[in-house]
């Protein structure tokens, strides 16, 4: 059996820096083994993906996403029921990401693995994302500048979302699940700060969860408490405008949404082992 060798060069588009792909069909076996010089992220919609790296067989069902890196020897076969998105990058775009993005332990650990294990997503997640890689196809082809900005874009969540944690070993599958779609998102909701000043009644009216569902779910995959969880995102506002702006503390712990002064003094000093005045004056002299 010869294997098949594929460049960047012949498969990726130079303007879009990027191949996109659907497939449905039964592959053409005399194509694998194949090993290529770019990176390659392969989602399986429906039905699933029998995937061989080196000598390690996946049968990968719907909701998989299998990360594929330059020199990762690989063959696919693809059930008549089956089908898969393949998004294809040149190594320099993801090696630059990584290198802006992130430290070198986690590209050392990406490259140091024999392969990247399959992230297995849910069905909400797998919609999502099935959804933002189709609605490339709605971008007019001449628009390739745009085409490009969107599929960095798309690089970048999928990575930060599903696996980079895989890639640092601070989080494998069988360890601890992916926080769900809906936790990701109130999770990134709160980072407004009207939001966060609401704390845990925005969670619930945001989510449509009970108290009870959503205490579960922040001790299942955050280990910590929603108001402690709160907490610390208000707190690390306060801190972060103490050091950038002039404002006043008290201003400051008001805004964030402290209504107990005394309680914000305490919860302060907890964290930082400072008063917030002596947090302010030390980071402005040292």
């Known amino acids: 059996m010869v294997l098949k060798v594929i460049n960047a060069y012949n498969t990726i588009d130079p303007e879009t820096e990027t191949h996109y792909a659907y497939y449905t069909t039964v592959f053409n076996t005399a194509q694998y083994p194949q090993v290529h010089d770019f990176y390659e992220i392969a989602l399986v919609t429906d039905g699933s993906l029998r995937f061989t790296m080196g000598e390690r067989i996946l049968n990968l069902p719907a909701g998989s ?36 993005l992130y430290d070198k332990k986690i590209y050392h650990d990406m490259m140091s693995r024999s392969y990247c294990p399959p992230v297995e997503l849910s069905p909400a997640e797998c919609r999502s994302l099935q959804q933002k890689m189709t609605s490339l196809s709605m971008i007019p082809p001449d628009r390739k500048t745009k085409i490009r900005t969107q599929l960095r874009l798309l690089l970048a969540e999928i990575v930060n979302s599903y696996l980079v944690e895989v890639f640092h070993g601070e989080k494998e599958k069988e360890e601890r699940a992916s926080p769900p779609l809906w936790l990701r ?41 929603p108001s402690d969880y709160i907490y610390s995102l208000r707190l690390n506002y306060v801190a972060n405008m103490l050091l950038h702006s002039d404002r006043e503390i008290l201003d400051l712990a008001y805004e964030a949404g402290f209504e107990n002064i005394s309680y914000f003094y305490k919860k302060f000093k907890q964290a930082f082992h400072v008063s917030p005045r002596k947090f302010r004056e030390k980071n402005e002299t040292g």
């Open 65 to 100: 996403l299998l990360w594929v890196r330059p020199g990762d020897v690989h063959s696919k076969a693809l059930p008549e029921n089956g089908a898969h998105i393949n998004l294809a990058f040149p190594a320099g775009v993801v090696n630059n990401l990584f290198e802006f």
């Open 185 to 225: 998102e109130a999770l990134a909701d709160l980072e407004r700060l009207s939001n966060l000043t609401e704390g845990t009644d925005f969670l619930r009216k945001s989510t449509g969860k009970t108290k009870e569902h959503i205490c579960r779910s922040f001790r299942k995959y955050l280990n910590a408490t």
